[in-house]
């Protein structure tokens, strides 16, 4: 990996001779320290290794950039150093910095005042903090100019809010504090948490304050002059609770402070707590909490009849059920010891409804809202004198009760004798009796259908509706004499009612007939004639429920003329002529069609569509001898149209349409024609014959600004056709068009083609240049290449006028730019060629790998020497250039320069390298051999001598084991050693090795690495008789799994020691069990266990297994018939008791 560099970026001028890059370690260690270029900012850390490191820059204290650092990690393959990615670290400004102070001595302010930071002349603002505890505030990234710095506050106030301030090249630390005057005080007034308005507090301090506060009363509220505190003997101001129970002064500079509470009301006494409150403003506002609370109280009331009306008396109050008063002639009740709270208050009072109300009493509510009667009696009477139908009742019929706005309505239903009876609240009202569809579609109507009635503050009654019936009278005209029509009339939605017929039978063409003793409602009147047409064959009618003086003509009947019927298989135009005249256009739809004649005699009828019929045409048709007439389509019209604003007026510029079709051979003569763009035909054209499938038809110009052009071809059902314009200067979208003819589907526009006017892309190059590659892109494709001919120019089109075209040039040792304000133009110079040549200062000797790093304006280059230490830049842009020469543990004369190169020349530079520092080689390998890459080998240098003193390098471990530990010095004593920072060894051989550096480089040094035990090993013993060890098994379980044993292991006679294969070492918790075979009918004994957590590399436990022979008492069982006998068995088992043991052992 060459290195690790980019550019220091500002957009104003900085030293960038003050800047340095580093290149440090995860662990904070610097492994390289890079300068930048002073003409542009360039940086290269050179040959980084692999691994995690963070490159960072070191600027002047308070100079900003982003980013600060880079965190990177160099694999090799997919980091920025790898790719040769630039890390660029842009210059944002200086720091600018003040504070914000409180008035009097105090040198420290408040925090979070808002602070913004402005352009003087502009206006503009450049960014926005808050003050930090003390009142320091700090802007970061501030480039140099004059600013103006405003602070804020939401409720402080400031004595001086704004300073101006003008920064250079630096850091700036604002003279001119700016200055909070006074801090805000809140508080509340509260009794049962609710709030109290109207309370004063009286603000006391030790002394007088040199300004006079605002924002609060200066003069003693009226009757407190008596208020009064020793300690605190100067009155400042009061200020009063508001409707939230909130007080507040607004801006109390610095000092300890006494607030009294005072309050009297005209009906109201209050106790408030506490009766004094003593605080102190420092540096922020202040909130008293709790507050002010008020105990105890009582309040009054009224109810009137409406707003601003008369008063109620002796309307009962009710609070829970509970009776609290009764109010006087006056309307006024009295609600006493009251507390704080919502309360549900209901009244009553016959004749009178009035809302039940939820009022709040509290401190601030000596008067109570005003209670107003909320509704009165509404009565009347409705009379039906013949009932509609024989289950018919009274008290089915329902009255709406709604205000004058219709806002509000209520209903309820007649009583047996038919009366009503509501309660309605004062104001309009429109009475409307409901009657059910049964009843309407029954007949029933009544008068009036509604009334208005005004309540007041009183009752109303005597309201009445009446029955009523009605009649009415049908028109009918006709063409000739109205003979054998009739008229029928139905009643809508009453089925039980029969119709009424009237024929008509008139020698005139005009008549009418007269229904009577109908009743109110809806019906259909419908009228007949098997061969006439009629305007309208039925018409609705309704009749009213509103007497009326003469029975109304409700419908009226006109015959439009004489029958047709046609039927079609598609939908057509159909152009209709009487008596040499062409009577209507009428537009029939698939199927069967009737049309209406509206005159005697013979018609000539004409289709007019898309479609070709398989009948001549016109046909003839009489209305006195009517016939259908069928119309089958047997071929369609297929239309294609294009346009175009392009006027052709060159016969080198001819647009033409190829036409293919699947009929035949596709020899077809085509008619096309040019459209105004209102669909005028200008001009036909004339059409080709041509010889192949394809038919190609030139298409005339017209001199609009819209030019149209119409295709017409008669096809059959399902004939396939291509279209595709052709022209020289157009581009057409889209480029061709296939469609099916589809028979429902003729003259529909299959396709409109948009004859776009292309462009042509030129231009040239200055100096005039040829075969220069010009390379003509779109949208990211691949482009099209072309070259410029001998005077330097090129042309290429038609393209598409409405995509963006990206043009470049190039030619080899030439720069090519573009030419400002002449797109397409480009300007060239030749190209200049720099040379270096790397050699040892003790000779000729050429040294390679070199990393020679050359940056100017945009361009830069890093590159490593060849074998014959030379490197060679070309396609190099005249200018000033700064190169760098390094190569860990060499010095180079020059080490670094700035280079002036002109246009077309070449430049030669010589350098000189010198070895100031050499390297330590060797490896790191496990104990078999194998390597252990990703190691990391430090060398640190010791103390003496002092050019030695804290100096360390480092080296990673390769894959093949092997490392290099570059830039040792010369005369130092380093301790070289193996970091392991994974913790993958649990020792390393040597731990280190000391190491003396001469002018040459050391080799051999290596190192052994162990890595730790990954398992949990676990061995124990059983203290027993050997006798007993053959008997003995030990068994593992996980303590989750007890079941379930992980290992067992069987002791022999030959040792009473156990090992038990490897289990993890995860830290799981173990249990190990003492299990025996020996019979539990000869002995007892205890099988002990152990649980342990497997943790460490090993454990060793041990264990005692003591078995005993049971005793004859515990085996002969009480008040047995069999104790003799196994008593003397138990005797004789004791008395052999070497030989018994010998044999159970034996089993």
């Given amino acids: 990996i060459l290195g690790c560099g980019g550019f220091v970026k500002s957009d104003v001028p900085i030293d960038f001779s003050k800047i340095e890059i580093q290149l440090v370690t995860t662990e904070g260690m610097m492994k390289y320290q890079a300068e930048c270029a002073p003409n542009n900012g360039y940086f290269m850390v050179p040959f980084v290794e692999k691994g995690e490191f963070q490159l960072k820059i070191i600027p002047p204290k308070g100079w900003l950039f982003e980013p600060m650092s880079v965190d990177l ?31 009097g001595p105090s040198a420290s302010g408040p925090e979070g005042v808002t602070v913004k930071l402005s ?21 970061e990234g501030v480039s140099g100019g004059n600013y103006v710095i405003t602070a804020s506050h939401e409720t402080y106030t400031f004595k001086q809010h704004q300073t101006e301030v003008h920064v250079t090249t630096g850091n700036k630390v604002c003279a001119n504090e700016i200055v909070v005057s006074g801090y805000d005080v809140h508080g509340k007034v509260t009794a049962l948490n609710l709030p109290v308005t109207g309370v004063n507090l009286l603000l006391f301090a030790k002394e007088s304050l040199p300004e006079q506060l605002t924002g609060c009363l200066e003069k003693r509220p009226t009757g407190s002059d008596g208020v009064s505190n020793g300690e605190y003997p100067v009155y400042l101001c009061s200020v009063v609770s508001n409707a939230e129970g909130q007080y507040n002064f607004p801006s109390l500079p610095p000092a300890d402070y006494i607030i009294i509470p005072f309050h009297r009301g005209e009906h109201i006494q209050f106790d408030v707590e506490p009766r004094e409150l003593k605080f102190s403003v420092v540096n922020q506002r202040l909130i008293h909490q709790p507050g002010f609370k008020v105990t105890g109280f009582s309040v009054q009331g009224r109810v009137l009849d409406t707003v601003n009306g008369n008063p109620i008396e002796g309307a009962d109050v009710f609070i829970k059920a509970e009776k609290q008063d009764t109010t006087d002639k006056n309307g006024y009740y009295t609600l006493k010891h009251m507390n704080s709270g919502l309360y549900q208050v209901e009244f009553k009072k016959a004749d009178i409804n009035f809302p039940i109300t939820k009022l709040r009493v509290g401190p601030d509510t000596p008067i109570l809202p005003t209670i107003i009667a909320e509704s009165f009696s509404l009565c009347g009477r409705v009379s039906i004198s013949d009932s509609p139908t024989a289950n018919f009742a009274k008290s089915q019929i329902a009255v709406d009760v709604s205000s004058k706005d219709e806002s509000k309505s209520q209903k309820t239903h007649l009583k047996d004798d038919g009366s009503f009876c509501v309660m309605a609240k004062p104001g309009e009202y429109v009475i409307k009796p409901v009657l059910s569809k049964s009843m309407v579609d029954a007949g029933l109507s009544l008068l009036p259908s509604e009334t208005k009635v005004t309540i007041v503050n009183s009752p109303k009654r005597e309201i009445s509706f009446v029955q009523y019936r009605g009649s009415f009278v049908v028109q009918m005209s006709c063409i000739a004499a109205c003979k054998d029509a009739s008229v029928t009339v139905v009643a809508d939605g009453r089925p039980q009612r029969k119709p009424l017929t009237r024929k008509v039978s008139s020698k ?81 739809k698939k199927g069967r069609n009737r049309l209406c004649l509206s005159q005697l005699g013979e018609y000539l009828l004409q289709p007019q569509s898309c479609h070709q019929f398989d009948v001549k045409t016109p046909l003839k048709y009489d209305t006195t001898h009517p016939k259908p007439i069928t ?53 036909p054209t004339k059409a080709t014959k041509c010889a192949h499938a394809a038919i190609a038809v030139a298409i005339q110009p017209w001199t609009t600004t819209t030019n149209v052009y119409k295709v017409t071809y008669w096809a059959g059902d399902g004939e396939k056709l291509e279209f595709a314009p052709k022209s020289d200067v157009l581009l057409f979208e889209p480029n061709t068009f296939t469609a099916t003819m589809k028979a429902g589907e003729c003259a529909k526009e299959l396709v409109r083609f948009k004859g776009i006017v292309g462009k042509f892309i030129e231009g040239q190059i200055s100096p005039p240049l040829p075969n220069i590659d010009i390379l003509i892109s779109s949208n990211g494709s691949e482009g099209i290449s072309i070259k410029t ?37 480009f300007s060239a110079k030749k190209l200049s060629k720099m040379h270096f040549l790397v050699k040892m200062d003790s000779g000729e000797t050429p040294l390679a790998g070199v990393l020679l790093s050359i940056s100017g304006g945009s361009y830069r280059s890093n590159n490593l020497t060849e074998k014959d230490g030379r490197l060679t830049l070309s396609k190099l842009e005249p200018g000033q250039y700064y190169f760098k020469a390094m190569m860990k543990e060499y010095q180079f004369d020059p080490s670094s320069k700035v280079i002036d190169v002109v246009e077309g020349k070449e430049t030669q530079l010589d350098i000189t390298g010198k070895r100031v520092a050499y390297s330590c080689y060797g490896s790191v390998t496990s104990l078999n051999g194998e390597a252990e890459p990703s190691s990391v080998v430090r060398a640190k240098a010791k103390e003496a001598p002092e050019h030695c003193k804290g100096h360390i390098e480092e080296a990673t471990v390769g894959n093949d084991g092997e490392y290099r530990v570059r830039g040792l010095r010369p005369g130092c004593h380093y301790d070289v050693t193996v970091r392991d920072s994974s913790e993958r060894f649990s020792r390393v051989a040597p731990e280190h090795v000391t190491l003396e550096t001469k002018e040459a ?26 006798d007993y060890l053959q008997h003995i098994k030990m068994v593992l379980y996980r303590s989750t799994d007890p079941s379930s044993p992980v290992h067992t292991v069987s002791l022999t006679r030959a040792s009473p020691f156990f090992h038990f294969p490897s289990v993890p070492r995860d830290e799981t918790e173990y249990v190990l069990r003492v299990e025996s075979t020996l019979a539990t009918s000869v002995y007892e004994y205890s099988t002990p266990g152990a649980s342990f957590f497997a943790q460490g590399p090993h454990k060793h436990i041990t264990f005692r297994f003591e078995p005993k022979l049971k005793s004859v008492e515990q085996e002969t069982p009480q008040a047995s018939l069999l104790t003799l006998p196994l008593t003397l068995i138990a005797v004789a088992l004791a008395y052999n008791y070497a030989q018994v043991r010998t044999l159970l052992f034996s089993v």
Avoid at 1001 to 1026: C, K, N, Y
Wanted: hydrophobic share 35%; glycine share 8%.
């Fill in 1001 to 1026: 480089d050391a080799h051999g040094f290596r190192f052994i690495a162990f890595r730790h035990m990954t398992g949990f090993e676990l061995s124990g013993r059983v203290v027993t008789e050997q």
């Fill in 631 to 683: 119309l089958q389509a047997v071929a369609h019209q297929a239309l294609v149209t294009m346009e175009t604003s392009y006027l052709v007026q060159d016969a080198d510029h001819r647009v033409a349409m190829e036409i293919k079709t699947s009929k035949g051979n596709g020899k077809f003569l085509i008619k096309m024609n040019i459209f105004h763009p209102n669909n005028n035909k200008i001009q």
């Fill in 73 to 103: 990690n160099v694999d090799g393959i997919n980091d920025p150093c790898t790719k040769g990615k630039d890390i660029n670290f842009a210059f944002k400004g200086f720091t600018l910095s003040g504070k914000v102070l409180s008035s």
């Fill in 789 to 825: 001919d001998q005077t330097g120019k090129y042309r290429y089109g038609p393209v598409h006028p409405d995509f963006e075209y990206k043009i470049s040039a190039s030619m080899e040792d030439y720069a090519l730019s573009p030419v400002l304000d002449k797109p397409g133009d």
């Fill in 119 to 139: 352009d003087k002349s502009t206006k503009k603002l450049i960014s926005t903090t808050k003050t930090i505890d003390g009142g320091s505030f700090n802007f």
């Fill in 508 to 588: 005139e063409n005009t008549t009418s007939v007269k229904f009577s003793d109908v009743l109110p409602g809806e019906y259909s009147v419908r009228v007949s004639h098997p061969n006439w047409c009629w305007g309208s064959e039925s018409e609705k009618i309704t009749v009213s429920s509103k007497p009326v003086k003469d029975a109304p003509r409700l419908a009226n009947f006109e015959q439009s003329g004489f029958a047709l019927v046609c039927t079609i298989s598609h939908d057509i135009g159909l152009e209709i002529h009487h008596a040499g005249e062409r009577v209507d256009v009428f537009s029939l």
